[in-house]
């Protein structure tokens, strides 16, 4: 049997977080005559197997994915005003018409996510856009299997290398005990602004 402390250990997440997520169902767990939550050590394991295997598709899926990404997809590192830590995200943002497609999406994946509906606007040149549906992922666990399905099926348009630099950006989050705090943190800042700036580079020419 493992602690919820160890669990937590395991996951890279905090105790409140396992605890949520045992309550859930996702881990079936007892608790102690002094009141602290126990977990199984073979559902432990079928978790993490869970959370750090890419999502099952087919090669065609993969290869389709993966063309959509490179044209409609957003690889983002997302800053922190109150933190010197920053976040990844992950989008593929369509037309409403594409609901169906989205939810296609979600499904395939099962991982946590956001589906946001954005109603059509004006812009300042007085051009109105069509209301757009998006599909967004920020947690670790679902940015991590993302990082695997692109190496098995790799992106071919300039998002290739936004996707390098993402990639490298989830990898140091997920392994951030092995770096020194300072390291940690500068490494993560030097990568948000080489995404920025690699972007900005494409919007001049």
């Not at 102690?32 to 750090?52: K, N």
Request: charged residues 25%.
């Amino acid at each position: 049997m493992f602690t919820s402390a160890q669990v937590a250990e395991l996951l890279g997440r905090n105790r409140h977080y396992v605890i949520k997520i045992a309550r859930e169902g996702n881990i079936p767990f007892i608790i102690t005559d002094g009141g602290h939550a126990r977990y199984a050590g073979e559902h432990v394991r079928d978790l993490i197997l869970h959370i750090f295997q890419p999502p099952k598709v087919t090669p065609e899926w993969g290869a389709w994915f993966s063309g959509l990404v490179d044209g409609e997809g957003h690889f983002g590192i997302g800053s922190q005003k109150t933190s010197p830590h920053f976040q990844p995200t992950f989008s593929v943002k369509l037309s409403s018409y594409e609901v169906p497609l989205i939810k296609e999406i979600a499904e395939k994946f099962g991982l946590p996510h956001k589906v946001y509906h954005s109603p059509p606007y004006t812009n300042s040149q007085g051009y109105t856009s069509r209301p757009c549906v998006e599909f967004r992922i920020h947690s670790m666990d679902a940015c991590y299997r993302l990082v695997e399905l692109f190496r098995q099926f790799p992106l071919r348009s300039q998002k290739a290398k936004d996707f390098k630099i993402w990639a490298e950006f989830v990898e140091l989050k997920r392994g951030y005990r092995y770096c020194r705090r300072e390291d940690y943190i500068a490494r993560q800042a030097y990568l948000y602004h080489m995404l920025k700036d690699l972007r900005a580079s494409r919007r001049l020419l």
